[in-house]
């Protein structure tokens, strides 16, 4: 199954959350959004170098057996 996610991410690099695009059932949503929590990401940055709170684009979870 496949999972897309996007998550909101704090200046700091933290996750502040994260929401599945589209839910094929079975808890996969869920799986993904608690994936993507668990992580820690780059800070996006303004035009001025300084780390800004930001959405990612839409990324693909993808479970396989």
């Known amino acids: 199954q496949n999972v897309t996610v996007r998550v909101v991410v704090n ?5 502040a959350s994260a ?3 589209n ?6 949503a869920a ?9 820690s ?11 800004v709170r930001a959405t990612t684009p839409a990324m693909r979870v993808r479970f396989r057996r």
Do not use: K
């Open 31 to 39: 799986a993904a959004e608690a994936c993507a929590r668990r992580e």
């Open 41 to 51: 990401f780059s800070p996006a940055r303004d035009d001025s170098g300084q780390p």
């Open 23 to 28: 839910d094929p059932g079975f808890g996969f």
């Open 19 to 21: 929401s599945a695009q």
């Open 11 to 15: 200046a700091d690099g933290s996750v």
